[in-house]
């Protein structure tokens, strides 16, 4: 039996279910390169960030990730560290970012995804949780600093109603450590393009495309790719090796520099359609071949 042969078979394939499998089925059909956008909820403020989450949302974005605030963001880089400092100083709970769900869903259908250190999570507890946001309308929860052997109890939990578990796979991910971030995954799997901490890049890793063929040998799901992504360029690199790009930096710069909400929010909309704008045309596109 070869390696690859092992390999491509020796993960537990999880079937995505609900907006996410949907929108990622939508972009494979129109061979198109989806955009994620992660928000910080929360900074300027939470009724802020429904103005910029609604706004992204229309300019193009196929799925919003909305980061909770936590006082020791360990894997964010200085733009969203300063965001996140901001809306825990106007007092944004986890809590309330499920309330900005509920009042997002009222207007939109786009995907969103709760974006959290775990310790808010546990904090809440697992169960009140889940109930919650799948009562709100959140699509799927990652979690980024839960490895794959310590959340046997929160996927069980959180695929009971109806969530997607959303794992991180690094440039250091060995090829048994990809196989369990593709067992534990379901929505779809994020790949950090690079060692180290979010922020804007003005180039993605030249070892990228070999990570992102590792990390499909281990699943089928989609595949979005982050941490530096901020130009077209990049979206179009990307094109023809991942299912999405994710903007997160590059988003909350804009907001960090505005000077009202909706000044935000128009200028991460603008941002966004460029984005998108890269995603829909040119050598970007996805062919049905594309791996």
């Known amino acids: 039996m070869s390696e690859n042969f092992s390999a491509s078979h020796s993960a537990v394939v999880v079937q995505p279910a609900g907006r996410i499998a949907r929108c990622f089925r939508a972009l494979a059909e129109a061979g198109e390169m989806g955009l994620v956008a992660y928000i910080t909820a929360g900074d300027p403020s939470l009724a802020a960030t429904e103005k910029i989450a609604l706004a992204a949302a229309e300019a193009g974005a196929d799925v919003i990730e909305l980061g909770v605030p936590f006082s020791d963001p360990v894997a964010d880089g200085p733009t969203i560290q300063r965001a996140s400092d901001r809306a825990l100083r106007c007092g944004t709970t986890l809590a309330g970012v499920i309330e900005l769900v509920r009042r997002i869903r009222a207007h939109s259908e786009v995907p969103l995804v709760l974006f959290s250190y775990f310790n808010p999570i546990l904090q809440m507890g697992l169960e009140k949780l889940a109930a919650a946001a799948a009562a709100a309308g959140v699509d799927g929860v990652l979690a980024t600093d839960l490895t794959p052997e310590e959340a046997v109890e929160y996927r069980a939990t959180m695929h009971a109603h109806g969530l997607d578990t959303i794992f991180l796979a690094a440039p250091t991910s060995t090829d048994a450590r990809l196989a369990q971030i593709g067992t534990a995954s379901s929505g779809f799997l994020y790949v950090i393009s690079r060692a180290g901490v979010t922020g804007e890049r003005e180039a993605l890793p030249a070892e990228l495309p070999a990570l992102i063929r590792r990390a499909r040998k281990f699943?089928?799901?989609?595949?979005?790719?982050?941490?530096?992504?901020?130009?077209?360029?990049?979206?179009?690199?990307?094109?023809?090796?991942?299912?999405?790009?994710?903007?997160?930096?590059?988003?909350?710069?804009?907001?960090e520099k505005a000077a009202s909400p909706d000044d935000a929010a128009a200028a991460v909309a603008e941002r966004i359609r460029v984005l998108k704008s890269a995603a829909r045309t040119g050598v970007s596109r996805r062919s049905s071949e594309a791996s």
Not at 219 to 246: E, N
């Open 219 to 255: 699943t089928t799901l989609p595949i979005a790719v982050g941490f530096g992504i901020s130009l077209p360029t990049h979206v179009t690199v990307l094109g023809g090796i991942a299912d999405a790009a994710v903007v997160g930096s590059a988003l909350m710069a804009e907001v």
